[in-house]
């Protein structure tokens, strides 16, 4: 790590700062000052403030006017954030940093990455929104636990190959081949976003992978996910897909998010036997098939696409343990009916007491619903 901010005199420091410098950092030490331009023009920051500045292990700088990243190279950074820098063209002064976080956003005018490769120890990268090409740089950072590329340019990612520890990956708003994947054996998540990808057959088999998320893609079907043997958690959102039997051959899966979706029969689900949690597109299943399904896996908790659970579906009594609504604490419940209002969105869950009097739960006004806080299985 570089160590020349312990023996750096701060004052002389601060004086070699452009203006644009002084600002960030003047509002970094002072929020205040970023709607008083008369009070930051007359404030400077004296010997103690500025220990400050060289105690920052993490900086974010975003939206501002800087064009150059040399004063950052006195700094004991590991964790930087450059984000909607329009005027900054060159990474010049990041190869005098030891950072272990890197997160690179909407600066279209960075056009060179190389000085990347100087940043040994980096175990997390975010590249977002940059018009990146040519990504290359980026294979050499070997400590890589972690990558975020979204809406780049890129056209090839055969460097990711060289990356064998990343656990985590995240692809947005990509056009490119995402085939070699499957050369990643260590990879654990992956959040794949506005992408497309025929078959998950393109991408394994990753056999250490536990989480997948494939949110507003294409993909033919789901062949290949039985490549994925280490998987507990399998979301997938406004996908085309609508055959679920290979999900019955992850044997150890917990979670399946289905929301958002055009699937509308569950009973390929029904030789799953791990199954711990299921997030359906709630206006896609009637009741009986809901309740059918609960009757095969009455261990699995189901949940519509609003977030909210079906605590009725065993027709189990509850006794109310918070108001909510027409439940008042002390009550003893059991479901009767649930309606839905296309029109407003609006769920109602109508229960009946002891004594056989309904009463009703709008989930218009609880759209989080966390069912346990209001009510206790009997």
Not at 126 to 131: D, H, R, S, V
Not at 344 to 350: P, Q
Request: glycine share 4%; hydrophobic share 35%; with cysteine.
């Amino acid at each position: 790590m570089n160590q020349t901010y312990m023996s750096l005199n701060k004052t002389e420091w601060w004086s070699s700062l452009d203006a644009y410098w002084k600002r960030f950092f003047k509002i970094k030490l002072r929020p205040n000052l970023d709607s008083d331009r008369q009070a930051r023009d007359q404030y400077t920051p004296g010997e103690k403030e500025l220990d400050q500045l060289f105690k920052l292990d993490h900086l974010d700088v975003t939206n501002c006017s800087v064009s150059s990243l040399a004063p950052l190279e006195s700094l004991p950074l590991t964790s930087l954030t450059l984000s909607s820098l329009s005027s900054l063209k060159s990474l010049t002064g990041l190869e005098n940093l030891d950072l272990a976080y890197l997160a690179l956003k909407h600066c279209g005018n960075i056009t060179d990455i190389t000085l990347l490769e100087s940043q040994k120890n980096l175990m997390r990268l975010e590249l977002a929104g940059n018009g990146l090409g040519n990504l290359q740089s980026v294979g050499k950072l070997r400590e890589l636990t972690s990558l975020v590329i979204a809406g780049e340019k890129v056209v090839d990612l055969k460097f990711i190959g060289e990356l064998n520890k990343l656990e985590e990956l995240v692809f947005s708003d990509l056009d490119v081949d995402l085939t070699p994947i499957s050369a990643l054996t260590q990879l654990k998540k992956i959040f794949i976003r506005n992408t497309k990808l025929p078959t998950f057959e393109k991408i394994g088999p990753l056999p250490s992978l536990t989480h997948l998320h494939f949110l507003n893609g294409i993909t033919e079907s789901l062949r290949g996910v039985e490549k994925f043997p280490s998987l507990i958690e399998l979301v997938l959102h406004h996908c085309t897909t609508d055959d679920l039997n290979l999900v019955c051959e992850l044997s150890i899966l917990k979670t399946l998010d289905i929301t958002s979706t055009g699937i509308k029969d569950l009973t390929a689900l029904n030789a799953s036997k791990s199954l711990a949690e299921i997030f359906i597109p709630e206006d896609n299943f009637s009741r009986d098939a809901i309740l059918e399904f609960q009757a095969k896996h009455p261990k699995c908790k189901i949940y519509s696409e609003r977030g909210r659970s079906f605590p009725f579906m065993k027709h189990k009594r509850y006794t109310v343990t918070k108001e909510l609504n027409d439940l008042k604490p002390g009550m003893n419940v059991q479901f009767s009916s649930y309606q839905y209002n296309h029109y407003d969105s609006v769920g109602i869950y109508y229960f009946k007491t002891d004594n056989n009097r309904e009463v009703r739960v709008d989930a218009f006004w609880q759209e989080d619903l966390n069912w346990k806080e209001h009510l206790t299985e009997n």
